[in-house]
């Protein structure tokens, strides 16, 4: 194994890792608490015809066009799902799995037509599928960058609206809150959250990187704030980790090494954190029964 800690490489990849990480776990944290933890997989989903249709509309690989069609269909996607849940009896499950299916099919058949055009400029396009993490210039990362202060900042602006939206909707509207508007204003970050991170590991592993920094997370506290910040921080961590050790592995692709950096962590979560690990459960009922003992 062998890392070269200032190879630019690898600096400008565990960069644009890291913060990626670091903006999709902090968002996901709302998702997670809302109990809509799929969303993150159908916006992913339903982010691939978007990606198609920029480049056959434009003929652009700029990973600024890609992006923004994936948020426009990523977008679209979530307010079909509001729309469906709304207006028919079908459940919020049922209504991201049928945009998620749909979307997704819809995106491969546009793929497909692109791979067989004999223009040579659409190679590589697929790699939105499973990410390319490797391939992330300078440029790429001030993207990540840009768009990840963006959310930040929407985030703490609607702070509050975003707290009683994920704990309490109907205390929200009851207070006079507009409910829909700002659950469209915080799907709306988690889009672009999600559709940040496409290239880096693809939209069949994206929901990672928002539901499991989430869970994690959850497993230490109580406290939005503090759910927010450990979720973020486990992102950060599993971005960068993933990213060394890919570069330190020949042929380990960047994008799964940091799902599986996330997945130790939820883990490590699940059995040590106080009060919800279960190993720590076991030990405090061991202490308890000795105690009555």
């Known amino acids: 194994m062998n890392v070269e800690f200032f190879d630019y490489t690898l600096r400008t990849v565990a960069l644009g890792a890291a913060l990626l ?30 990606i198609a249709l920029a480049f056959l509309l434009t003929g652009s690989k700029e990973t600024l066009v890609l992006v923004l069609g994936a948020a426009i269909a990523g977008w679209i996607g979530t307010l079909i799902v509001m729309s469906i849940v709304r207006t028919t009896r079908i459940k919020q499950d049922s209504a991201l799995g049928i945009v998620l299916s749909v979307f997704f099919g819809f995106g491969l058949m546009l793929l497909t037509y692109i791979q067989k055009q004999p223009q040579a400029s659409q190679a590589g396009l697929d790699k939105f599928l499973f990410g390319q993490a490797a391939t992330l210039l300078a440029s790429d990362v001030i993207m990540i960058a840009a768009l990840g202060a963006i959310v930040i900042v929407v985030t703490l602006l609607f702070w509050k609206e975003f707290k009683l939206l994920s704990f309490d909707a109907d205390y929200a509207a009851s207070l006079g809150l ?116």
């Open 178 to 293: 507009p409910v829909r508007a700002i659950d469209i204003v915080l799907t709306s970050v988690i889009v672009i959250a999600i559709v940040t991170g496409l290239q880096t590991v693809g939209v069949v592993l994206m929901s990672a990187m928002v539901v499991a920094p989430a869970v994690a997370a959850r497993q230490w506290t109580d406290q939005l704030g503090a759910m927010v910040a450990l979720a973020g921080m486990f992102g950060l961590l599993a971005g960068a980790s993933g990213a060394i050790v890919s570069s330190a592995v020949e042929r380990l692709p960047t994008g799964p090494t940091i799902v599986v950096c996330l997945s130790l962590a939820v883990l490590v979560s699940l059995l040590f954190a106080p009060k919800r690990g279960v190993v720590w459960r076991r030990f405090r009922k061991r202490g308890a029964r000795a105690m009555a003992g």
């Open 21 to 50: 990480g670091l903006v999709s776990g902090a968002l996901g944290s709302f998702a997670v608490l809302r109990r809509q933890s799929l969303l993150g997989d159908a916006i992913s989903h339903a982010a691939l015809p978007g």
